[in-house]
């Protein structure tokens, strides 16, 4: 993320928690869309072009968990108080930093998977609002946009989610360092009370 997102770093120190681990994507939004060819382009060799590109097609980060807060571990948590220690930790982000959209309603979910097709995004996730974070794992259930979901269980969380058409990451952050993870499930383990990896 430091690389190929320098716009993201210099936002992370001004809207984020001091101290956080996230897991989200890195998407680039256009008035016609997420562009997922313009973030491949980011992943460049030489700096300047980056560099350009990050002013000329600023990316922004959309957060879809929280891993870790200060010096709370927050895998073993229930997704439902994830969730709202997320959205209550971003509540002040500015045009960055986003959490991505969440409902338990069904028909709301029906309207977003019948809006999401146009739009770049590849389908809703739900999760079950009592299950832990399960790194390495598929716990949750994926609705394409190429075809309607078959059931909604009420008790699940269905939240558009951005998947093939970004750059997945869980970024951990302090007020001195910025690291982001191929994989979320490296993250929590690697988190220290001093605040480092």
């Not at 460049?44 to 350009?52: E, I, K, L, W, Y």
């Not at 002040?92 to 986003?98: E, N, T, V, Y």
């Not at 989610?161 to 997945?168: D, E, K, N, Q």
């Not at 952050?173 to 993870?181: C, K, L, Q, V």
Request: contains cysteine; proline residues 6%.
């Amino acid at each position: 993320m430091t690389r190929y997102f320098p716009e993201l770093i210099a936002a992370a120190a001004a809207e984020l928690p001091e101290r956080c681990v996230i897991d989200g994507e890195i998407v680039i939004a256009t008035d016609h869309g997420l562009d997922f060819e313009a973030l491949q382009q980011r992943i460049h060799p030489a700096d300047s072009r980056v560099r350009m590109l990050a002013k000329q097609t600023p990316a922004s980060f959309i957060a879809f968990d929280l891993l870790a807060l200060g010096d709370d571990d927050y895998t073993k948590r229930p997704f439902n108080e994830r969730r709202a220690a997320l959205v209550d930790a971003l509540t002040d982000a500015g045009p960055w930093f986003h959490v991505t959209a969440a409902t338990t309603e069904l028909t709301t979910a029906q309207l977003w998977f019948d809006e999401f097709a146009g739009a770049g995004l590849d389908g809703l996730i739900a999760k079950p609002l009592t299950i832990t974070y399960q790194p390495d794992k598929r716990v949750c259930s994926r609705s394409s946009t190429s075809g309607p979901p078959t059931a909604w269980s009420p008790v699940t969380a269905c939240t558009s989610r951005v998947t093939t058409r970004s750059a997945h990451c869980c970024s951990g952050y302090t007020r001195t360092t910025a690291h982001s993870h191929r994989s979320a499930s490296s993250a929590p383990s690697q988190w220290s009370s001093d605040g480092n990896y």
